[in-house]
């Protein structure tokens, strides 16, 4: 336990939580039935630089005080996606080569099952829309973003995370 939660670490990673709630809660933009946003990043690269534990509760966190903060009802079915990001992203991409196979990968997986599928499940059960309906939105935006996110992830991690993670070790 203690590799995982060093003050560095919870410093860090509470930097990559408060930057996930300002970009995902005030600077998302939605245009139809897509959100488009990158509040997925800092998560991302929480995941990369500390492991999926890690990930996974700064997600979680994430999530909950971002819900807090905007003064929305909290809904446990969107925290337990939002873990599984955390999750995915560790999984995939800590301590392992941070390619465009990885990262493609984790971002296709994460589309299918917690974007469209999970999504949308969460989306019928609280709004009681029809489910087609909402899987054909969260689809279309899971597809929308697949590219959005590979691409961002890999230049970003090339340009900054690389840097970072030598700094730490």
Known sequence: ???HFTVSTLAGAAA????NI???????VTVGPVRIGFGFLPIAFGSMLYGPVVGTISALVADVLGAVIQGAGYWPGFGLSAALYGVTYGLFLYGREKSCKNIAACVILQAIVIDAFLGALWYYIYTSMTFPVVLTGRSINALV?????????????KYVGARVEKIRN
């Not at 990559?16 to 930057?19: N, S």
């Open 1 to 3: 336990m203690k590799k």
């Open 145 to 157: 973003m697949i590219p959005v996110k590979i691409v961002m992830i890999q230049y970003l991690w």
């Open 22 to 28: 300002v970009i995902t809660r005030f600077l998302s």
């Open 16 to 19: 990559l939580v408060a930057l």
